[in-house]
């Protein structure tokens, strides 16, 4: 019998390119955006919370393999960016809890960036034991490039405590995390982070990640041949942290 996957940000970029991995694989992949179209099969905004809570009754049972992919950029609203990137994964693993299968596995994507949130750990927590209005006020004003990076690493703290919530049903929990990918997103990167910072990081590694290499990585996670990969974010970034760091120490030398 073929595995249930569910994949958000399935119209385009990485989640579009995972929607295609998990079929031919052999998966009954179940995609999720805003609107329905190729690689969509449910539409849902998942900015919205009773939306979904809508498309998690409408899913099958049992699943597993959950991939929360759909993301905004720092170009967003803020409301919008913690909506999408940080509370949806919340609220439909949530959701899903008593649809999940034993043994499933659930992934994130998150981002590189998210190393440069400054919020130390318990900060982290604080803000993810709030209430869904608290946490969208904790962030009003926020500049979009520092909340998409809060949004983020909320994302790997998250991961944290749910893989250990979920070891005792043997459901494991990870995110990764791209550095620069081929993407729509990627001009509003442009716009947020700096054109300078992307094409530094496309000079370092020759190239910038396709939505296909973070897929392969997202795919793998999903498998049982990653059964010992849990509660860890796995860096897919082509190299380009590590290239960086020696160049700086080569620069302090
Ligand atoms: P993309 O723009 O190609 O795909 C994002 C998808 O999310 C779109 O199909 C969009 O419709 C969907 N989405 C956005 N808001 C939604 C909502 N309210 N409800 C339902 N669906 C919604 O972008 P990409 O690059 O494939 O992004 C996928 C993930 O990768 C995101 O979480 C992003 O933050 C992350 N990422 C991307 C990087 C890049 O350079 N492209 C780098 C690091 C992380």
Avoid at 81 to 98: D, E, F, Q
Avoid at 220 to 226: E, G, K, N, R
Wanted: glycine share 8%.
């Amino acid at each position: 019998m073929n595995r249930t996957a569910v994949i958000t940000g399935s119209a385009s970029g990485i989640g579009a390119a995972l929607y295609e991995q998990l079929r031919r694989q052999h998966w009954h992949a179940i995609g999720v955006d805003r609107k329905r179209g190729p690689g969509v099969d449910l539409a849902c905004d998942l900015a919205d919370e009773s939306a979904i809570g809508d498309l998690a009754e409408s899913l099958p049972a049992p699943i597993h393999g959950l991939a929360h992919v759909a993301g905004v950029p720092g170009t967003a609203k803020t409301s919008a960016i913690l909506s999408v990137n940080t509370l949806a994964p919340v609220a439909l693993t949530k959701c899903l809890l008593p649809k999940l299968a034993e043994g499933a596995s659930i992934i994130a994507v998150s981002s590189v960036t998210a190393l440069r949130c400054a919020l130390a750990v318990p900060a982290l927590d604080k803000l993810l034991s709030l209430a869904r209005p608290n946490l969208l006020a904790a962030h009003e004003g926020m500049d979009g490039k520092a909340a998409y990076e809060q949004s983020k690493a909320l994302v790997n703290r998250w991961v944290v405590h749910t893989a250990t919530a979920l070891s005792k049903r043997h459901i494991r929990v990870n995110t990764l995390s791209p550095g620069p990918v081929e993407t729509p997103l990627l001009a509003d990167f442009e716009k947020s982070i700096g054109e300078d910072r992307i094409a530094a990081a496309k000079e370092l590694t020759g190239r910038h990640g396709e939505p296909e290499d973070i897929a392969a990585v997202a795919a793998f996670l999903l498998s049982d041949a990653a059964g010992w990969v849990n509660g860890t974010d796995i860096r897919v970034d082509g190299g380009y942290h590590a290239f960086r760091a020696a160049a700086e120490a080569a620069t302090c030398a």
